[in-house]
């Protein structure tokens, strides 16, 4: 595999027979809340359809299970790096093998667990296109429940700087060596609609490149150079501290995949998000 953060399907079905391969599905879905409820959406760990088809081989990670922060009042929120560990462990996590991470439906769920990855000094890939491009082009699949990997004693290499919090952000609002990129669609990030995180808008001043743009009909990433036209359109340059949000600290993280595919490397994620930014009325909001 090459240094790139991304695997294609072809590349991971010359290495599928690997014992030494690592290889999760990540799915998560978001169903509508119930009426009245507090909460933005239900998150639902995809174990049915990961038991209806998976690639050979795979295993299942539970993202807001057993890899977030399940006290915070937000969901999807980094845990402390011992659970993480331990949770990497249960799963068979090994930095000196190869790992790879597909989703279904949308990549942003094995990019959200590339990026904490990252945070914790592991490499990973993930699948260009997830496990729709997979099934798509014919490789095999096979169903049932995962088998799991041997456990192993992980220890993580934490690096700072990859997860921010609202102070971060706020004392950044106006900065000049700083922009600040929101992912979400377009009418969320100009308030035109009601936002299901609370005030529609936006953090002031943070500039948009949604990262439903940032994806082919296949569900493939677009060409760095498409890619690179967004971003410098938008104002987001290699000479600037950049800090990516969006709804729940996940799709955002298909802009940090695509950055640092492009060699920008001052890159940071602000972790809760609207879900908490919306909420909190001290914070200030804007609209268009």
């Known amino acids: ?25 990540c799915t998560t879905y978001l169903d509508p809340a119930p009426s009245g ?7 639902v760990p995809g174990d049915k359809t990961f038991a209806a088809g998976h690639i050979p081989g795979a295993d299942f990670l539970d993202l807001q299970g057993e890899f977030s922060d399940v006290s915070a009042p ?15 462990g249960r799963h068979g996590l090994d930095a000196t093998k190869p790992t790879v991470l ?5 990549m942003m769920w094995s990019t959200r667990f590339w990026w904490m990855l990252r945070s914790l000094g592991v490499a990973a890939w993930v699948l260009d296109g997830g496990f729709d491009k997979w099934k798509e082009e014919g490789h095999p699949v096979e169903t049932g429940a995962s088998k799991g990997y041997p456990a192993t004693t992980f220890k993580a290499t934490p690096r700072t700087g990859f997860f921010v919090d609202k102070n971060f952000v706020k004392a950044r609002i106006g900065d000049p060596s700083t922009v600040t990129v929101n992912a979400l669609g377009p009418q969320y990030h100009r308030g035109l609609e009601p936002s299901r995180y609370g005030r529609p808008g936006r953090v002031p ?31 987001v340059t290699r000479d600037k501290n950049v800090i990516l949000y969006c ?35 001290a914070l200030p909001i804007e609209t268009d």
Do not use: C, H
């Open 102 to 106: 597909y989703s279904i439906g949308t």
């Open 1 to 25: 595999m090459s240094q790139s953060a991304l695997i294609t399907t072809e590349q991971l079905a010359a290495i599928l027979g690997d014992p030494n391969l690592r290889l999760y599905d």
């Open 74 to 88: 937000q969901f999807f929120m980094m845990p402390d790096v011992a659970r993480l560990e331990a949770a990497f």
């Open 247 to 281: 709804g729940g600290g996940i799709s955002a993280t298909i802009d940090l995949l695509m950055l640092t595919q492009l060699g920008y490397d001052s890159l940071t994620l602000y972790d809760a998000s609207m879900g908490e930014w919306a909420r909190d009325p």
């Open 205 to 235: 001043g943070s500039v948009n490149v949604p990262a439903a743009t940032l994806v082919n009909a296949d569900k493939t990433l677009i060409s760095p150079a498409d890619a690179e036209a967004k971003f410098t359109a938008a104002g």
């Open 37 to 43: 409820s507090e909460v933005p959406y239900r998150a």
